[in-house]
């Protein structure tokens, strides 16, 4: 016979595990993944720009190399540049942009890429996309990546890429891609002018 004692014991060890479990879960650790084909290491994309603009550069195609799928859960700018906020990383198909040719860097103070701006096309975060194994998110014929910033601080800002958080079989993992960018953010018409001028090497 089941006693009352016994019940709300019962109730509390069950209520206890539940409680351990949600405790991993929010505390286990995210592991170095290699799901994520890095296509754009070794590529270096420098612009200037000027303080205040919004910035679209090209980003990686985010295709899955495991052989189990994957979700995408957040992204992020590595290395966390002072002068650069990352907005997100969006996927676009290329019919929407004039001549099917988007750009590959696009700022707002460019007043000669006003008609190919990024904001006003289709488009759809990376993050919570699931990709199944050997397919990519931008898949070269009619779709590619652009990620996001806003220039916040002025100054030559330089990091290597974005760093990706996925889930893969319930466990959290984190990986680099992209190429390195660079940032040349100038205060006013001059400095971008010297900036542009300059070119300067990885």
């Keep these: 016979m089941v006693t009352k004692r016994k019940l709300v014991a019962g109730v509390l060890a069950a209520t206890m595990l539940v409680g351990v479990a949600a405790g991993y879960l929010a505390l286990r650790p995210t592991l170095p993944g290699g799901a994520i084909e890095n296509g754009m290491d070794g590529v270096f994309l420098s612009m200037p720009v000027m303080f205040g603009d919004r910035v679209y550069a090209e980003g990686p195609t985010f295709r899955n190399v495991s052989h189990r799928p994957i979700t995408i859960e957040s992204v992020s700018a590595l290395e966390n540049p002072e002068g650069v906020e990352l907005v997100d990383v969006r996927v676009y198909q ?16 460019d007043e000669s890429l006003a008609d ?9 975060s990376v993050v919570g996309s699931t990709i199944a194994p050997g397919e990519q998110l931008a898949s070269g014929s009619g779709k590619l990546i652009l990620v996001e910033f806003r220039t916040v601080k002025p100054g030559i800002w330089r990091w290597p890429g974005v760093q990706v ?12 891609v992209g190429p390195t960018y660079e940032l ?6 001059v400095e971008w002018e010297r900036f542009a001028t300059d070119p300067r090497e990885p």
């Design 94 to 109: 290329t019919k929407d942009f004039p001549d099917e040719a988007p750009p590959a860097a696009w700022s707002s103070s």
């Design 165 to 176: 958080k996925y889930k893969q079989d319930g466990l959290v993992y984190k990986v680099g």
């Design 184 to 189: 040349m953010i100038a205060r006013n018409p």
């Design 116 to 124: 190919s701006d990024p904001a006003e096309r289709p488009s759809h």
